[in-house]
């Protein structure tokens, strides 16, 4: 098995991490996107009090980490969606899927009893940056 260098994003246009782990991280061709909170990314504060606002403000911050990746939204090929009332499905998917072009990544979306800072919604994703 060869080894796979692993290589941290960061970009200022996110939000940092609040924990040990990065923005996102390259690995070949894959990118793997951290799970995105709706926290704007200079005063760490929650942002968007529905969860439509909310989703546009993650979906915002995915955006811009793909984008210090060199990647695009159009290159996303797996997504999960964390919310903490799956009644908001439709909601999210109003806002989520405005990000993408056809075909859309395959996705997972689960309910969950909490998020960091009381959040609404979480999501993450993979990338083909090859």
Excluded: C, W
């Amino acid at each position: 098995m060869s080894h796979t260098e692993r290589l941290a994003i960061e970009t200022a246009a996110a939000p940092a991490a609040i924990g040990p782990y990065s923005q996102a991280v390259r690995a070949g061709a894959l990118l793997f996107v951290s799970g995105q909170i709706p926290l704007d990314p200079v005063t760490g504060d929650v942002i968007g009090h529905g969860v439509e606002d909310q989703t546009h403000r993650v979906m915002q911050n995915l955006g811009a980490i793909l984008e210090a990746a060199g990647a695009s939204y159009d290159q996303v090929v797996r997504s999960t969606i964390f919310l903490t009332d799956l009644r908001d499905f439709s909601a999210v998917n109003n806002a989520y899927g405005s990000y993408f072009s056809h075909p859309a990544p395959a996705r997972a979306t689960v309910e969950v009893s909490g998020l960091p800072k009381g959040v609404l919604v979480e999501i993450d994703a993979i990338a083909h940056v090859g």
